[in-house]
């Protein structure tokens, strides 16, 4: 349950990297993320 939560949190990032232009905080703050390096450790993935 937990990793599709995180696939749909990233997707959902992606999304609005290529349709805005919201930088990384913006875009975390807006999925749900507050730790920086969680989300980029996820994001990578």
């Known amino acids: 349950m937990l ?3 995180q696939r749909v949190k990233v997707e959902t990032a992606k ?9 990384i ?8 993320y507050t730790d920086t ?4 450790t996820t994001f990578k993935r």
Request: hydrophobic share 35%.
């Open 15 to 23: 999304r609005s990297f290529e349709t805005s232009k919201k930088n």
């Open 25 to 32: 905080s913006q875009v975390m703050f807006d999925v749900g």
């Open 3 to 5: 990793e599709y939560i």
């Open 37 to 40: 390096k969680a989300f980029r």
